[in-house]
């Protein structure tokens, strides 16, 4: 008897505990119906990286959020519970306004979810990357205040350089600026350039045979690889070879295409 009174006594001070509450700044990346009036959301915080979250209500007419929450919103959030393998609980979510280019452009608006099914999958829970926060943000910034387009070439330089910042984030940046295989510097005396997504990188002539997987690169995406800067000037059909080349990329590593890539970037 002795026991039991002790355990009913320590859940009541659990249950009285005070609830830990968690303030953030994120942007939404994955939003799912969870019932009639609430929503999982997936949000990648700059300070706490990446949660998974209930909003309760977030649904109904009147709640404590300012409507549904969309993706690719963002803005200041609070949120309780940061265990790993628990769904969180969202308390706040106050979205920044914005001018609303993007959903009135398909190809920015295509770009952008691309770019947040990738973080989703390339990010861990309660993993903080601000880098990689403070770029997708502006990415997101950029095309909602129109300073990106109306050219769809606007969208493709963003999306390209932004899926470069994750594979650095995520610690599977490919090697670009030599032969993965013998070291070779790329240079102009490259006659053939090819890319391994199994390798991850750039193979050379010389190498190419011991790589089943290669691509041959046009030499204009291979000068752009080797020099990201190069990326801002290239031509749509560099732009479109090397978008091909990262979702290629992306497959391999993911085990299959992003949902988001195969209609919109593939031929
Ligand atoms: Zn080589």
């Given at each position: 008897?002795?026991?039991?009174?002790?355990?009913?006594?320590?859940?009541?001070?659990?249950?009285?505990?005070?609830?830990?509450?968690?303030?953030?700044?994120?942007?939404?990346?994955?939003?799912?119906?969870?019932?009639?009036?609430?929503?999982?959301?997936?949000?990648?915080?700059?300070?706490?990286?990446?949660?998974?979250?209930?909003?309760?209500?977030?649904?109904?007419?009147?709640?404590?959020?300012?409507?549904?929450?969309?993706?690719?919103?963002?803005?200041?959030?609070?949120?309780?519970?940061?265990?790993?393998?628990?769904?969180?609980?969202?308390?706040?979510?106050?979205?920044?306004?914005?001018?609303?280019?993007?959903?009135?452009?398909?190809?920015?608006?295509?770009?952008?979810?691309?770019?947040?099914?990738?973080?989703?999958?390339?990010?861990?829970?309660?993993?903080?990357?601000?880098?990689?926060?403070?770029?997708?943000?502006?990415?997101?910034?950029?095309?909602?205040?129109?300073?990106?387009?109306?050219?769809?070439?606007?969208?493709?330089?963003?999306?390209?350089?932004?899926q470069f910042?994750?594979?650095?984030?995520?610690?599977?940046?490919?090697?670009?600026?030599?032969?993965?295989?013998?070291?070779?510097?790329?240079?102009?005396?490259?006659?053939?350039?090819?890319f391994s997504?199994?390798?991850?990188?750039?193979?050379?002539?010389?190498?190419?045979?011991?790589?089943?997987?290669?691509?041959?690169?046009?030499?204009?995406?291979?000068?752009?690889?080797?020099?990201?800067?190069?990326?801002?000037?290239?031509?749509?059909?560099?732009?479109?070879?090397?978008?091909?080349?990262?979702i290629h990329?992306?497959?391999?590593?993911?085990?299959?295409?992003?949902?988001?890539?195969?209609?919109?970037?593939?031929?």
């Amino acid at each position: 008897m002795a026991v039991l009174r002790e355990d009913t006594r320590r859940r009541r001070v659990l249950r009285g505990q005070a609830v830990m509450l968690t303030k953030d700044r994120a942007i939404c990346v994955r939003v799912v119906d969870y019932s009639e009036t609430s929503q999982v959301v997936t949000l990648f915080g700059r300070s706490g990286g990446k949660i998974r979250a209930i909003a309760k209500g977030s649904k109904r007419q009147k709640s404590a959020f300012e409507g549904p929450i969309e993706p690719l919103s963002f803005g200041a959030i609070v949120f309780s519970g940061v265990r790993k393998d628990q769904l969180a609980t969202l308390t706040e979510f106050q979205p920044e306004p914005v001018r609303g280019e993007l959903r009135r452009n398909l190809a920015a608006l295509q770009s952008a979810l691309l770019a947040a099914e990738l973080l989703d999958l390339l990010t861990e829970e309660y993993d903080p990357h601000p880098e990689l926060f403070d770029h997708f943000l502006s990415f997101l910034q950029d095309m909602e205040e129109g300073k990106a387009g109306p050219d769809p070439r606007d969208f493709l330089i963003r999306l390209i350089l932004f899926q470069f910042v994750l594979l650095h984030e995520a610690g599977l940046r490919p090697i670009l600026s030599a032969c993965v295989n013998c070291r070779r510097a790329f240079g102009a005396d490259w006659r053939e350039s090819y890319f391994s997504a199994a390798a991850n990188g750039l193979v050379c002539r010389d190498c190419e045979m011991s790589f089943p997987d290669k691509i041959r690169l046009r030499p204009k995406a291979a000068q752009c690889l080797a020099d990201i800067k190069r990326i801002a000037q290239a031509d749509q059909a560099t732009l479109d070879e090397i978008e091909q080349l990262l979702i290629h990329h992306f497959t391999h590593i993911l085990g299959r295409p992003p949902k988001l890539a195969k209609h919109v970037f593939l031929p």
